[in-house]
Nanobody, 123 residues
Framework: QVQLVESGGGLVQAGDSLRLSCAAS????????MAWFRQAPGKEREFVSVITWSGGETYYSDSVKGRFTISRDNAKNTAYLQMHNLRPEDTAVYYC????????????????WGQGTQVTVSS
């Protein structure tokens, strides 16, 4: 089993930056793909970004491309999401997820999920 704990969320103003962290425990996830999803009130959970186990490949949704950067530190079993130029439409609960083998960006591809961290961006 893998446990994931997200942190770093908060209330910020439009244009601000935040860095989210996702700490994994229970098993090393250095060989897993690590991803971020988000869910706004009344909306479906959507893909944000994913990084492969080596960090050699990263993918982003069009809505965050150029503003968000995903990274990972396998020695710390942790992934990060650096968010710049935040917008009110980025307001959501952000979830970390891991996949034993990178299969894609669908929610169903991911084996383990964290509880989420709230990001609220005021205008």
């Amino acid at each position: 089993q893998v446990q994931l704990v997200e942190s770093g969320g908060g209330l910020v103003q439009a244009g601000d930056s935040l860095r989210l962290s996702c700490a994994a425990s229970g098993r090393t996830v250095s060989s897993y793909a690590m991803a971020w999803f988000r869910q706004a009130p009344g909306k479906e959970r959507e893909f944000v970004s994913v990084i492969t186990w080596s960090g050699g490949e990263t993918y982003y949704s069009d809505s965050v491309k150029g503003r968000f950067t995903i990274s990972r530190d396998n020695a710390k079993n942790t992934a990060y999401l650096q968010m710049h130029n935040l917008r009110p439409e980025d307001t959501a609960v952000y979830y970390c997820a891991v996949d034993r083998v990178f299969r894609g960006i669908a929610k169903s591809d991911y084996d383990y999920w964290g509880q989420g961290t709230q990001v609220t961006v005021s205008s």
